[in-house]
């Protein structure tokens, strides 16, 4: 068993302001990487400006991001952070900018680089990184990983090199201006990690401390996510399954409702974690190993497989998608082979059509 979790996190209020400091002293200057309005709304890109200046750290603000990120605006940051001579990075955001914020990172350090060397396998250095999560889902301020979108190919794919960002700062606070529609979905993502790690060929009883935590915790918070209730309280558990859940993947890895959701992102423009939870319920139904499923849905609360199915649909709503589509999807997972060993067992094309919604 291996366990290796190397980035230092802080949560708490005013988490920013707190740990100014720690955040700002990573270099001379810093490129903040984000989106173009949530940051600016929350406030965690004023509290990320603010403690810059406090410490006379310069700064340049790249606010390109996009909803599931380009190789084409990674390399476009790359050439800004090269002519502002940027030595370090902030991401501020949920996991597009948190993603982007790594690859920007690695870019800049490696000036002679193309943009092919983000998928070959190759040790590369790569710029500090430091990450201000504002949503409750990809947990990437702990992973490695930065999942970017590939227009040649109209999917997504995590780029070779594993980069941790060397500080998280968690506040729950900027969760509040989230709409119920990216709460739910970011919440979704955040549970698909949970049981995919722990239903997963890497999973260990190291690495299912963490699943079980988060599920733990996404079970205290499941019915107000559903009746659209939810305290301050159920913020912070939902910012902390997210983190816990992001740390379960790092050691497991995703499997087949991720490897899923990808062309269904990419072709309808459904949310990432709306589109890998439409295939949550059809993989703990047919996930060959149902005493480890009794066990997920025992922490979550849910009395059977059929019960958690019926959760899912009424949360996020049936998305259409057409059977070419399905099929085609189906045929590009099986002939990835690095995402298929993620999953125990042999699969067949018919049991992957049947987890759908």
């Known amino acids: 068993m291996l366990l290796y979790m190397p980035t230092k996190v802080y949560s708490e209020n005013n988490c920013v302001k707190n740990h100014g400091k720690e955040l700002a002293s990573f270099g001379k200057k810093a490129m903040i990487v984000t989106g173009k309005h949530s940051a600016r709304k929350n406030g965690s890109l004023q509290d ?4 810059l200046k406090q410490e006379n750290i310069s700064y340049v603000i790249y606010d390109e ?20 001579k940027i030595d370090f ?13 790594k690859a920007i990172a690695l ?3 490696n000036p002679d680089e193309t943009e092919e060397v983000l998928y070959e396998a190759k040790e590369l250095s790569y710029l500090p990184v430091v990450c201000v999560p504002t949503t409750c889902g990809t947990g990437s301020e702990v992973t490695p990983y930065a999942i970017l979108t590939i227009h040649k190919k109209r999917t997504k794919k995590s780029i070779s090199h594993k980069i941790y960002p060397k500080l998280a700062l968690l506040d729950a606070k900027y969760l509040k201006s989230m709409s119920r529609e990216g709460i739910v979905n970011t919440c979704v993502d955040a549970l698909a990690h949970l049981i995919e790690s722990y239903l997963n060929t890497n999973s260990n009883e190291l690495n299912r401390v963490y699943s079980r935590e988060g599920l ?22 939902m910012l902390h399954a997210s983190m ?3 740390m379960a993947i790092t050691h497991t890895g995703t499997s087949l409702p991720h490897g899923l959701s990808y062309p269904i992102t990419y072709e309808l423009g459904v949310p990432h974690g709306k589109a890998v939870g439409i295939f949550l319920g059809g993989y703990v139904e047919n996930y060959q190993d149902q005493c480890e499923v009794k066990e997920v849905l025992h922490i979550l609360g849910f009395e059977n497989a059929v019960s958690f199915h019926t959760y899912m649909r009424e949360l996020l709503g049936m998305v259409e998608v057409s059977e070419e589509l399905m099929k085609a999807n189906v045929q590009g997972l099986l002939a990835n082979p690095a995402k298929l060993k993620n999953y125990p067992f042999s699969i067949t094309k018919d049991e992957l059509m ?3 919604n």
């Open 354 to 356: 049947g987890m759908l």
């Open 48 to 51: 990320v400006e603010d403690a």
């Open 244 to 246: 816990v859940a992001g």
């Open 216 to 237: 733990r915790m996404w079970a205290e918070f499941k019915e107000p996510l559903k009746e659209n209730n939810i305290t301050e309280d159920d913020y912070m558990k």
């Open 89 to 101: 990075v902030i991401g501020i955001g949920g996991g597009s900018p948190l993603d982007a914020s």
């Open 65 to 84: 991001i996009e909803e599931n990120p380009s190789i084409e605006t990674v390399m476009n940051a790359r050439n800004i952070g090269l002519q502002e």
């Open 107 to 109: 870019m800049i350090a």
